[in-house]
């Protein structure tokens, strides 16, 4: 099962807006609503921020926000905050009942 | 509160065998599927293993199919991950990750280092 595709890498100044790319194939992303999305700070575990492509858990701020088309589901972050700076990964649901995450992105707040 | 405490990593050579567990509190175990995820140090997540509420369903990366078995006792609202025939590449730290019932990863465990070297 090959990773889902990420940047490297993305950047934005405080306020701006950002979109983190997660590209896989028909046989996970593109297959399924089962989009979810991870937030990591340094020596943290992962967070929870996105479900189902586009649901926020309790307790998430609204200005993350998911979507798909296609087989490419995308991470939005508006009004980007000095706090939001860390490393952001897609995990979709395969049709082979398994799970496969994206490589990682880091979010350079500058 | 959730609560996930994992348990059982070490440093151990190439081809050893080892057990690492959860401890689950806060929620009610046997209602929902749980999953162990790893990440190399400096490296990005990776999804190792799947387990249903049943523990009739349990499903494996390729990376791990056949070296690694995961399970779980609901009377002790424990999960569990044998793995045998470390490799070098198995180092990493692994985390104990509560399913959310609509295939995202609610809870996560603060993680256990497994280093295999030689």
């Known amino acids: 099962q090959s990773a889902l595709t990420q940047p490297a890498s993305v950047s934005g100044s405080p306020g701006q807006s950002i979109t983190i790319s997660c590209t896989g194939t028909?046989?996970?992303?593109?297959?399924?609503?089962?989009v979810s999305w991870y937030q990591q700070h340094p020596g943290k575990a992962p967070k929870l921020i996105i479900s189902e492509v586009s649901n926020r858990p309790s307790g998430v701020s609204n200005r993350f926000s998911g979507s798909k088309s296609g087989n490419t589901a995308s991470l939005t972050i508006s009004g980007l905050q000095a706090e939001d700076e860390a490393d952001y990964y897609c995990?979709?649901?395969?049709?082979?009942?398994?799970?496969?995450f994206g490589g990682g992105t880091r979010l350079t707040v500058l | 509160e959730v609560h996930l405490v994992e348990s059982g990593g070490g440093f151990l050579q190439p081809g050893r065998s080892l057990r690492l567990s959860c401890a689950a509190s806060?929620?009610?175990?046997?209602?929902?599927?749980m999953h162990w995820v790893r990440q190399a140090p400096g490296k990005g997540l990776e999804w190792v293993s799947s387990?249903?509420?049943?523990?009739?369903?349990?499903e494996y990366a390729d990376s791990v199919k056949g070296r690694f078995t995961i399970s779980r006792d609901s009377a002790k609202n424990s999960l569990h991950l044998q793995m045998n025939s470390l490799r070098l590449e198995d180092s990493a730290f692994y985390y104990c990750?509560?399913?959310?019932?609509?295939?995202?990863?609610?809870?996560w465990g603060q993680g256990t280092l497994v280093t295999v070297s030689s």
């Open positions: 995990n979709s649901y395969t049709s082979r009942n398994t799970r496969v």
């Open positions: 990750v509560k399913d959310s019932s609509d295939y995202a990863l609610d809870y």
């Open positions: 806060g929620f009610t175990f046997h209602n929902y599927a």
């Open positions: 387990i249903n509420k049943n523990s009739d369903n349990l």
């Open positions: 028909s046989s996970d992303v593109g297959g399924y609503n089962h």
